[in-house]
T-cell receptor
Framework: SAVISQKPSRDICQRGTSLTIQCQVDSQVTMMFWYRQQPGQSLTLIATANQGSEATYESGFVIDKFPISRPNLTFSTLTVSNMSPEDSSIYLC??????????FGPGTRLTVT | AQKITQTQPGMFVQEKEAVTLDCTYDTSDPSYGLFWYKQPSSGEMIFLIYQGSYDQQNATEGRYSLNFQKARKSANLVISASQLGDSAMYFCAMKTGRRALTFGSGTRLQVQP
């Protein structure tokens, strides 16, 4: 299985600021995904990040608000820009591992005040 | 479009008893995978079990088994011999060609002593 770490684990940020979340995997992976989980809700895909190409965003998510980098096969970042209280969520990265496994990082719990 | 439906917002089960968590899905893709995840209050997503659409037998992993009924488009999770540590949110998810996961709304399971 893949071991995934995320930084920071949690943060409290002020409205209008930005936060960059890091996702590190202990093995090289092709596909990485970023999800958002709003309080009391299920997980929603923000974007798919492949190394060497632009991230592919889901409907309702735009690059200006959630820029993503994928500089190599073990690392990715998600930035939450110009934050508002509605951005308070858990942000999770995940990786595809073979045909039938997908693993998640421990998540970043963001509170925007 | 893919859709996952979990109709049980909450479930109670007595310790040591078995419990079934319901999941139905909808997709036009003939090739897909079905996943179950456990999310304790810490927020991490723990992969439990996987079933592929072409798998002939129901998947099992320790106390977890997946009751896969393809014609009914259902993929229910069965937890045998419930333990107090099983109390958590449980999410059913599906992967199709695009490789990211689509999640259901989740079921909160509470195991009572």
């Amino acid at each position: 299985s893949a071991v995934i770490s995320q930084k920071p684990s949690r943060d409290i940020c002020q409205r209008g600021t930005s936060l960059t979340i890091q996702c590190q995997v202990d093995s090289q992976v092709t596909m990485m995904f970023w999800y958002r989980q709003q309080p009391g809700q299920s997980l929603t895909l923000i974007a798919t990040a492949n190394q060497g190409s632009e991230a592919t965003y889901e409907s309702g998510f735009v690059i200006d608000k959630f820029p993503i980098s994928r500089p190599n096969l073990t690392f990715s970042t998600l930035t939450v820009s110009n934050m508002s209280p509605e951005d308070s969520s858990i942000y999770l990265c995940s990786v595809e591992w073979g045909r039938n496994e997908q693993y998640f990082g421990p998540g970043t719990r963001l509170t925007v005040t | 479009a893919q859709k996952i439906t979990q109709t049980q917002p909450g479930m109670f089960v007595q310790e040591k008893e078995a419990v079934t968590l319901d999941c139905t899905y909808d997709t036009s893709d003939p090739s897909y995978g079905l996943f179950w995840y456990k999310q304790p209050s810490s927020g991490e997503m723990i992969f439990l079990i996987y079933q592929g659409s072409y798998d002939q037998q129901n998947a099992t992993e320790g106390r977890y088994s997946l009751n896969f009924q393809k014609a009914r488009k259902s993929a229910n999770l069965v937890i045998s011999a419930s333990q107090l540590g099983d109390s958590a949110m449980y999410f059913c998810a599906m992967k199709t060609g695009r490789r990211a996961l689509t999640f259901g709304s989740g079921t909160r399971l509470q195991v009572q002593p």
